[in-house]
């Protein structure tokens, strides 16, 4: 059974503390990403990797960053959180970009506060 | 940020009854998919389309995509309390790696 892993469930964190989000998956996919999800907003894409050390700023990096050095873990870090970055984060990965093998398969997510 | 819009937002009905949502943009997509994510859960994958014009079947689940490939929709016959859940459309555009989600569709069916 595929299976994408994070770290934490729920996570409260205070204002300017460095966060780290971990994600990491069994299937050897070559891509990952990392999405936040909020109402109404759907799921934006923060980055995407497709392949280790390799990564591609996705709609809001703003205030992130991300660290592959295995294939199998993508790594979301907050360097100084802030309030607004209160959300639900979702770690995924794919196969492939190929259609027909460019399915997502999504970890649970983490929740994050920060106070 | 282009987003897919669906609608409804929400949508609450009675076991038995059918249901339609709707995702629409201005954007071409070259493949479209449809996700359910439960509470507390990661989205997973329904069905995927990729012709303009297709229609897809899932058991009560119906999935269209829309001829000129802008929008989509689902159509659920007879719906049960396990369908409740949270319906996102994620379009896709040609060679890239972005996928662009909905806004969501809210689903409750009630026993």
């Known amino acids: 059974d595929v299976k994408v892993t994070q770290s934490s469930r729920y996570l409260v964190k205070r204002t300017g503390e460095k966060v780290f989000l971990e994600c990491v998956q069994d299937m050897d996919h070559e891509n990952m990403f990392w999405y936040r999800q909020d109402p109404g907003l759907g799921l934006r894409l923060i980055y995407f990797?497709?392949?280790?050390?390799?990564?591609e700023k996705g709609d809001i990096p703003e205030g992130y960053s991300v660290s592959r050095e295995k294939k199998e873990r993508f790594s979301l870090i907050l360097e100084s959180a802030s309030t607004n970055q209160t959300s639900m984060y979702l770690c995924?990965?794919?196969?492939?970009?190929?259609?027909?093998?460019?399915?997502?398969?999504f970890g649970p997510g983490t929740r994050l506060t920060v106070l | 940020t282009q987003l897919l819009e669906q609608s409804p937002q929400f949508l609450s009905i009675q076991e038995g009854e059918n249901l339609t949502v709707y995702c629409n943009s201005s954007?071409?997509?070259?493949?479209l998919q449809w996700y359910r994510q439960e509470p507390g859960e990661g989205p997973v994958l329904l069905v995927t389309v990729v012709t303009g014009g297709e229609v897809k079947k899932l058991k009560r689940l119906t999935f269209q995509f829309g001829d000129a490939r802008k929008d989509s929709s689902l159509h659920i016959t007879a719906a049960q309390p396990g369908d409740t859940g949270l319906y996102l459309c994620?379009?896709?555009?040609?060679?890239?790696?972005?996928?662009?989600f909905g806004t969501g569709t809210r689903l409750k069916v009630l026993a």
């Open positions: 954007s071409v997509f070259s493949s």
């Open positions: 990797s497709y392949d280790v050390k390799m990564k």
């Open positions: 995924a990965s794919s196969l492939s970009l190929r259609e027909g093998h460019n399915e997502q398969f």
């Open positions: 994620a379009g896709a555009y040609s060679g890239t790696y972005k996928y662009i």
